[in-house]
């Protein structure tokens, strides 16, 4: 079993849609991380948290540490949202070291 | 504006070879890591190093080998590449602090053929 898992692997939506990425993990940790990774590109950080709830204009990011669960919301989807987003945990203390997710494959159509 | 560069973004090799990839980064960040992405499996550590000439194993080091002689630049070597080292290869740099969490920085990836 994976330390950290997330749902659906892959995911189409139209544009508008109101998109949830689903991240569960059984490791303790001290941040949990959204990654965007475009086709062919570099990984870019979207959210660190640790607690409660973050937003970032049509991204919002939440993190229950009781249910060890986080989600990635995207409102008003758009085609230029499409890309593969990647959850990770930090768990390595000061080395900040990171365990990911294999990634959820989002594609948002016009 | 914080940056952390590659030395290629594609490379095709022969098996056998000797391998060099080079990562830099200009943020003066002491951890730095080396990753390999592949579909289904998502991303994973190689290597990790926390200060100049101080590595550590990660989760699949195994025909792998890096240098860190200066701060800022952190080598990956496949010391005799082979067709399963094909691969997205990813480095990341953060600060390391004790009591707090940091993002990690992502470079371009260099996408490595081995044939």
């Known amino acids: 079993k994976n330390e950290v898992e997330q749902s659906p692997q892959n995911l189409t939506a139209q544009e508008g849609e109101f998109i949830t990425i689903n991240c569960s993990y059984s490791?303790?940790?001290?941040?949990l991380h959204w990654l965007q990774q475009h086709p062919g590109g570099g990984i870019v950080s979207l959210f660190m948290?640790?607690?409660g709830k973050k937003k970032h204009g049509r991204l919002i990011a939440t993190i229950n540490i009781q249910e060890k669960h986080s989600s990635l919301h995207i409102t008003a989807s758009h085609p230029r949202d499409s890309a593969v987003y990647i959850c990770?945990?930090?768990?390595?203390?000061?080395?900040?070291?990171?365990?990911f997710g294999t990634g959820t494959l989002l594609a948002v159509q016009p | 504006d914080v940056k952390v560069t590659q030395s290629s973004r594609y490379l095709v090799k022969r098996t056998g070879e000797k391998v060099f990839l080079e990562c830099v980064q200009d943020?003066?960040?002491?951890?730095m890591f080396w990753y390999r992405q592949d579909p289904g499996l998502g991303l994973r550590l190689i290597y990790f190093?926390?200060?100049?000439?101080?590595?550590e194993k990660g989760d699949i080091p195994e025909g792998y080998s890096v240098s860190r002689e200066k701060k800022e630049r952190f080598s990956l070597i496949l010391e005799s590449a082979s067709t399963n080292q094909t691969s997205m290869y990813l480095c990341?740099?953060?600060?390391?602090?004790?009591?707090?969490?940091?993002?990690?920085?992502f470079g371009p990836g260099t996408r490595l053929t081995v044939t």
């Open positions: 943020m003066d960040h002491e951890n």
């Open positions: 948290l640790s607690s």
């Open positions: 990341a740099s953060s600060p390391n602090r004790w009591g707090s969490s940091y993002e990690q920085y």
């Open positions: 490791v303790g940790i001290s941040a």
């Open positions: 190093s926390y200060d100049v000439k101080m590595k």
């Open positions: 990770a945990v930090t768990y390595g203390g000061a080395t900040n070291k990171l365990i």
